[in-house]
């Protein structure tokens, strides 16, 4: 799997949208790109992936540029539950074998 | 419908002893893995089960072994324990058979070893 650089950490404000960055310049043609969060000593949780489309879903967008080198998460309307650690993974499979977790960003949402 | 369910949620064990862990995956659901997450070394990868066959291993010696039943639910084992085994144990499930699927974690059981 295609390695991921992202922020360490980051913060928002409360109703503006967050932004979070990705970089995966190693990406191959059959790879995806998946997002996760994980709050504070809870499991990790989905939020969305994508090929090399632009994906939109209840909780996020996801952008990905033409080269498909890096993409962007955004939480359009970001509340304090939000604050989370964001991973962002690059894989040819889905489900959940050996899923490579990076360091992540921490998203800090500011009241 | 109900979530991936891991039993139980904290454990105290002693250095020396062992230990088993319970997933249960979400309905319909065959693909099962773990995970140990510790503020060190983060997340990482033990096995993944399918149709009670181990498909994949990480890292990992090995005193952590695992196994996955007809029904698909899975335990993981953790033998001669050492202080370093403390840790959050992540269960994930998922469907199988397509490269375009999420994962589905549990909420984690946490080791502690004293």
């Known amino acids: 799997d295609a390695k991921t650089t992202q922020p360490t950490s980051m913060d928002c404000a409360e109703g503006r949208a967050a932004n979070l960055p990705c970089n995966h310049s190693t990406i191959s043609g059959n790879e995806y790109v998946y997002w996760y969060r994980q709050i504070h000593s809870q499991g990790p949780q989905y939020i969305i992936h994508g090929l090399k489309n632009n994906e939109t879903n209840e909780m996020a967008s996801l952008i990905i540029t033409e080269d498909r080198k890096s993409s962007t998460l955004i939480l359009p309307h970001a509340t304090l539950r939000d604050t989370a650690v964001y991973y962002c993974i690059v894989r040819a499979g889905g489900g959940a074998d050996g899923l490579t977790f990076g360091k992540g960003t921490h998203l800090i949402i500011q009241p | 419908k109900a979530g991936v369910t891991q039993t139980p949620r904290y454990l105290i064990k002693t250095r020396g002893q062992q230990v088993t862990l319970s997933c249960s995956p979400i309905?319909?659901?065959?693909?099962v893995s773990w995970y140990q997450q510790t503020p060190g070394q983060g997340l990482q990868f033990l096995f993944e089960y399918f149709s009670e066959t181990q498909r994949n291993k990480g890292n990992f010696p090995g005193r952590f072994s695992g196994r996955q039943f007809s029904n698909s639910r899975s335990e993981m084992n953790v033998s001669t324990l050492e202080l370093g085994d403390s840790a959050l144990y992540l269960c994930?499930?998922?469907?199988?058979?397509?490269?375009?699927?999420?994962?589905?974690f549990g909420q984690g059981t946490r080791l502690t070893v004293v």
């Open positions: 994930a499930s998922s469907l199988v058979g397509s490269p375009n699927t999420e994962a589905f």
């Open positions: 309905s319909g659901h065959r693909s």
